[in-house]
């Protein structure tokens, strides 16, 4: 099993990234997907999540500058972020849920910053 995220970087503030989770391992469209972020000294929290069917959820702060798709096709979840500012600085990881399987990417390193 392995989810590879890509797609981070540096990025002034009010820009823009798209990351990408690669799925390989398992029946990608079966699962739940998600993104999470880690700051520094801080918690892992929850940015969005898309259902095996398509279904979104969002956190509060990011509703309306981030969307999250997938494609079955390819095995691969996205995340689109917009109007990124220096708060959205974190490592963002790829998660997959079905059941009792919970697998976890690496993490990419967005950093917002002028």
């Known amino acids: 099993v392995q989810l590879v995220e890509s797609g981070g970087g540096l990025v002034q503030p009010g820009g823009s990234l798209r990351l990408s989770c690669a799925a390989s391992?398992?029946?990608?469209?079966?699962?739940?997907m998600s993104w999470y972020r880690q700051a520094p000294g801080k918690e892992r929290e929850l940015v969005a999540d898309i259902s095996s069917v398509g279904g979104t959820n969002y956190a509060d702060s990011m509703k309306g500058r981030f969307n999250i798709s997938r494609d079955n096709a390819k095995n691969t979840v996205y995340l689109q972020m917009n109007s990124l500012k220096t708060e959205d600085t974190a490592v963002y990881y790829c998660?997959?849920?079905?059941?009792?399987?919970?697998?976890w990417g690496q993490g990419t390193q967005v950093i917002v910053s002028s």
């Open positions: 391992g398992f029946t990608f469209s079966s699962y739940d």
């Open positions: 998660n997959a849920k079905h059941r009792w399987y919970d697998f």
